[in-house]
């Protein structure tokens, strides 16, 4: 029983209805209220005192025969005609919020632009275009000495390479695994460049998040801003990885690797040099007599050991805690060092995943799956490459190892002396310079570091961060203790090692390594040498190597993380640009305040984003919205909008990868293709050839279509995982069942059940790998004694064959059929028992949690079986 | 004039009166648990559950007081009482009312 007189009514917001509220008098009596009506006929604002008082509201209502006021003071609507109440003013639901007519515009608005027109960037642009003051300018509360987190998230936060992917590519964002830190940043990022602009946020889940993976960040001490950037890149990076197919993948990270290797993806080469060179290896492994793998360590690793051990650049007085930790990783089938590999092997993830860890014997070829990279959008804006090349003075022989990093830490030379050996060395810099440069700050003792202090106190010269980056690139001589071991030569010798730059990030992340840390007496200290950095124009064109892939050199300052205090305590600020204003602003917690560039340039620096960047690229782009605003082209393209994305803020975006959206047969796979329209940008013709011509890649879309194929793979997929489990629980009842003691037992190893449980009981959206052969070497290798940790499980023929005949792999163990012996019914009963717990779980959907426990049971088990056929 | 200023008079004591009594007689306490239940066998409940769950999410859980959120689900509350639940709390006011007449 709607009342008709609701189709046409005057729209006063909010705001207006208040005015009245507050200033309205009655039109007849001037009677003030409470309790007014204001009359919703279109143009006409009669306002009219209540029954209260004369009633003015229904006589103005049954003179002009407007039905429709609304009580100013209570904001609820009667129609005089009908007699009730009405609600002209709620919407149906929270999405209508826009009118019909308005939800029209903005479609046909998104019709003509290619830009997303609710995406958060688009409409900080046209709203400072329109004169408002640029988005983005949110503080963040402390919550607990967290300057750490709020300066390091201010830095990235303007750095639109990065978040720019989190505000216009959230179809991209997955949320697959708890808790789910890349969406909470998303959200974060969300809040701070979104339409209400508050003065300050809580970033509370992402640091809720953040602990909750690294617990070295739960309680509130004072944390390493840079420690804490490389644990959430890190994360990210897990929680957002695609992996690359092979036809993209770069040839150049397999180069050297021992044989046996089965994995060196990204992420890992990425984490071990996590700031290039905290290798973390200390001075006493190092020289030990090397394995093959470690060996190669040493070469790279040396450098490591002529600076400190990795320093503590904890602010807190806290003990040197080992870094080994987030230098193994889950994924870790990183063979290289095994030495170091061993300690520290803990989950980092907070879902508890278990590290498979694969020994580097060479005949681990049979089992070994192809090596598969990864990468996401932090490995495309922050991952760089380096080449380290080691010469050996005897035999010239060169060794070359390319390194992954996210981001340089840079020793600062200090002392008149070593800035005269670099400033030397940099005009060698393109012979690779030979000239060496030991970084004082670690190795003398700290009596010299105080002399030096002094010495540049008062003898100053400026240091500049080139001369920090020609001490880091600069050559380290490999002698004395530091002797590298020539494969060639078979022994110690005297080498030279240096380092270039064969890829460039997109954004450079400078670590200036003021902290120092003393192993031996725990003692702390921060260098707070002024360093000269440039606002504009870093060109590290001399660190290239001459195979270098990128084409920009050029480099401009995005922000800069300072560290203010001791190394005993202090509390960090950021500077950044705004890419709306091009003005600087300084983040201090709560505070944002706009600083002039000097400001920047004096301030003292710890942690530096550089950003590319290439007039070239900006030419295209205004291209691109010429060829856009142009007529309209019949045929549309699709383009990924991740890569769309990074044309917009990339200097160099890289070839299109449309593959972001498509399968491998060219369609959209069944699971993306519920939100596909949030992965694709669509283009005129014209763009898209401009596009592809200077760009490369592909493929070409112009249809949008769900992949049969992989929705029929899917399909029998699906099928295949309950035939396989049914078939599994029909075979394993019955062998619970049995009593016929003469039946052989066959053994399983149960990681690999465990894999083969794990692909079961997989959701078929995306495409789980299936167990590789079954892989029985670790409970074969002895017979009765088994592996250390080899689980076991026990399966009948009929399973076994079953799983054989899907799998293969082997070898075949099988168990001494059960005996019955006088007086161990009773036990037999009770393995049985646990040996059907234990199945049970494993049928059930667990994540066999008590196979560990149940483990040593089994393993008693098998034992006790092997005496009682000994007995016999 | 004076008309006007007893006749309010004598509604606001009206007003007061039939609130006595109701919550003397306990009619109230009925009226309140009628209409509860009412509104939860319509779907109103869930109804307003759902937007309410709609309003959190749009506005994200960290800025969302419980004062936004009343003043945002009030109108949207009273809109979505169906007209049946209406009239039948009516009725059984008038027919209250019309017993207290004859007392």
Known sequence: MKCPHLSKFEPYTKRQLAVFANKGKCSSCATEGPNLWLCLQMGCGNLGCGEAHSDHSSKHSNDSNHALAINLSTIRTWCNSCEMEVHPFVQSTIKNVKSVNQRDRLVKQQQQSVFRVDSPVTQAVTEFEDGKSPRGLTGFRNIGNTCYLNAAVQALSNCPPFTH???????????????????????????????????????????????QVFPMFKGFLQQDT?????????????????????????????????????????????????????????????????????????????RSSSQSPPPDRRKGNKPRRSRKRTVSRAESDQVNSPTEMNNGGDDEDG?????????????????????????????????????????????????????????????IPVGKEDLARIHASQQNMTSKGMVSCVDTTNSQGWTSWMYNVLVSWFWGPKVTLEDCLSAFFS?????????????????????????????????????????????????????????????????????????????????????????????????????????????????????????????????????LFYKKCSDETIKMREKVVGLCDEQESLLHFYISSQWFNKFQTFAEPGPITNNDFLCKHGGVPPCKSAVVDELVTKVPQTVWECLQHRYGGGPTVTHLHVCKTCQEELDRLQKRLTEEKQTFIKFHDKFQEEVDETNTIYCISLSWFRQWEKFLNSKSTDFPEPPGPIDNRAISVSKGRHTKGAEIGQISKETWEYLYSIYGGGPEVIEQPNNVVNGTDDEEEEEDEKEEDKMKDARGDNEAKDESCSEEEINEEVVNKENQDSKL | MA?????????????????????????????????????????????????????????????????????????????????????????????????????
Not at chain 1, 480 to 486: I, L
């Open chain 1, 165 to 211: 992917f989190f505000l216009e590519c959230g179809g991209y964002v997955k949320t697959e695994r708890k808790p789910y830190i890349a969406k909470s940043y998303q959200k974060l990022m969300e809040d701070v460049w979104g339409r209400r602009r508050p003065s300050h946020l809580t970033p509370s889940s992402l640091v809720n998040g953040i602990k």
């Open chain 1, 226 to 302: 840079q420690e804490f950037l490389r644990c959430l890149m890190d994360r990210i990076h897990e929680e957002l990885k695609e992996p690359i197919p092979p036809h993209l993948c770069e040839k150049g990270d397999d180069e050297d690797e021992p044989s046996g290797i089965v994995e060196k993806p990204v992420t890992s080469e990425r984490v071990r040099a996590r700031s290039c060179n905290s290798i973390s290896l200390t001075e006493e492994e190092k020289l030990e007599p090397e394995s093959e793998a470690s060996m190669r360590e040493k070469s790279v690793g040396s």
């Open chain 1, 351 to 411: 879902d508890g995943e278990p590290m498979i860890r694969k020994p580097a014997a060479p005949d681990v070829n049979v089992f070994k799956k192809r090596p598969v990279q990864y990468r996401s959008i932090v490995s495309d804006v922050f991952d760089g490459r380096v080449l380290s090349s080691v010469v050996c003075l005897t035999c010239d022989t060169k060794s070359k190892r390319i390194e992954a990093f996210q981001d340089l830490s840079l020793p």
């Open chain 1, 475 to 607: 050559s380290d001589e490999l002698k004395g203790d530091n002797m590298y071991s020539c494969d060639k030569c078979k022994k110690l010798r005297n080498g030279v090692k240096y380092s270039t730059l064969t890829r460039l990030p997109e954004v450079l992340c400078i670590h200036l390594k003021r902290f120092r840390h003393e192993s031996m007496t725990s003692y702390s200290s921060k260098i707070s040498n002024y360093v000269k950095y440039p606002l504009e124009g870093l060109d590290i064109r001399k660190f290239l190597d001459k195979d270098c892939s990128s084409e920009v050199t050029t480099y401009d300052l995005n922000a800069v993380i300072c560290h203010h205090g001791t190394a005993g305590g202090g509390h960090y600020t950021a500077y950044a640009m705004n890419w709306l204003d091009e003005q600087w602003y300084e983040f201090d917690d709560t505070f944002v305040t706009e600083v002039s560039e000097s400001q920047v340039a004096d301030a003292e620096a710890y942690v």
């Open chain 2, 3 to 103: 008309e006007l200023s007893d006749r309010k008079h004598h509604d606001a004591k009206m007003r007061a009166t039939i609130h006595q009594k109701m919550v003397e007689t306990g009619e109230k306490e009925r009226l309140k648990e009628l209409l509860r239940a009412k509104l939860i066998e319509c779907g109103w409940r869930d109804q307003l559950k759902a937007y309410c769950k709609e309003v959190v999410r749009t506005k994200g859980l960290e800025h969302v007081t419980v004062d936004d959120l009343v003043a945002e689900i009030t109108p949207k509350g009273r809109e979505l009482v169906p007209d049946e639940v209406k009239k039948e709390l009516l009725q059984r006011i008038r027919a209250f009312l019309a017993d207290q007449a004859t007392i």
